[in-house]
């Protein structure tokens, strides 16, 4: 299995493992989006074209099997760090799980934010996500805030 950074010719097949993280969210809260041809656009937007973007697909036999996106994000004047790396997706095909690709891809982003001299990579799950809160965990990170909302009508 090869982890590269991800090219603009990556974009149909990451388009359609969006689309599968897509469809297991919308269980969680109706925040969000609906599933339908989200993919390309989502893929395209959030790391592709995106200057503050990074994603990387694992490849197993010339197939993406996997693949994580992480954004550049600008802290607060609050805070002792400029930046972090928010990251946003870690996707890997059903049946290539539990095989240690996510953790890979993880590792790759974690590679790339050393690199680039960015201290901290952060990240959002729902808790209803017991599969990823696992993956996460085991890659290293902790909790540090909640993520909450409310509805206004």
């Known amino acids: 299995m090869m982890i590269r950074p991800a090219k ?8 359609k493992m969006y689309e599968i993280v897509a ?9 969000f989006h609906e599933v339908e041809n989200c993919g390309v656009n989502a893929v395209t937007t959030n790391y ?4 503050n973007g990074i994603a990387f ?23 002792k760090i400029k930046y972090t790396l928010h990251l946003t997706d870690v996707v890997v095909l059903p049946e290539y799980r539990g095989k240690g690709i996510g953790l890979k891809l ?31 965990e085991k ?12 509805d206004v009508d």
Do not use: C
């Open 48 to 51: 592709i074209d995106n200057r």
């Open 106 to 136: 993880i590792e790759k982003i974690k590679e790339w934010a050393g690199e680039n001299k960015i201290q901290y990579i952060t990240l959002s799950v729902s808790f209803k996500n017991n599969f990823a809160v696992q993956l996460y």
């Open 8 to 15: 603009r010719e990556d974009i149909l097949e990451m388009g």
């Open 57 to 79: 697909v694992a490849e197993e036999n010339s197939e993406i099997v996997g693949f994580a996106g992480a954004q550049i994000k600008l802290m607060p004047e609050t805070f």
């Open 23 to 31: 469809e297991v969210h919308k269980e969680y809260h109706p925040i």
């Open 139 to 150: 890659a290293g990170f902790k909790d540090l805030s909640k993520d909450m909302i409310m």
